[in-house]
Nanobody
Framework: QVQLVESGGGLVQAGGSLSLSCAALGNIFTINIMGWYRQAPGKQRELVATMTDYGITEYADTVKGRFTISRDNRKNTATLQMNSLKPEDTAVYFC???????WGLGDFDSWGQGTQVTVAS
């Protein structure tokens, strides 16, 4: 069982910054992909940013140049630095991890519980 725990959401004015953190806990051998998705009210969950364990990143076009994802593979953590925030960035942000558990117990594909980010205009 792998659990993802997010922190760092909150309320910020447009143009401001927030940093989200995610920690993966449990029986982990490796995390191949770790990243962030978001879901706004009435909308589908969408990719924000992901990073592989080799450092390859993918960003949504709407956040390129404003958001930066980073990982600490030894600590099984990921951080999303969000700058120049806009009201349309308001959503619940979810951390996701895909990888392999230890002791040959198979793969995992886990989500965090989500953290609210609200950007006021």
């Amino acid at each position: 069982q792998v659990q993802l725990v997010e922190s760092g959401g909150g309320l910020v004015q447009a143009g401001g910054s927030l940093s989200l953190s995610c920690a993966a806990l449990g029986n982990i051998f490796t995390i191949n992909i770790m990243g962030w998705y978001r879901q706004a009210p009435g909308k589908q969950r969408e990719l924000v940013a992901t990073m592989t364990d080799y450092g390859i990143t993918e960003y949504a076009d709407t956040v390129k140049g404003r958001f930066t994802i980073s990982r600490d593979n030894r600590k099984n953590t990921a951080t999303l630095q969000m700058n120049s925030l806009k009201p349309e960035d308001t959503a619940v942000y979810f951390c996701k991890g895909v990888g392999t558990t230890g002791w040959g117990l198979g793969d995992f594909d886990s989500w965090g519980q989500g953290t609210q980010v609200t950007v006021a205009s």
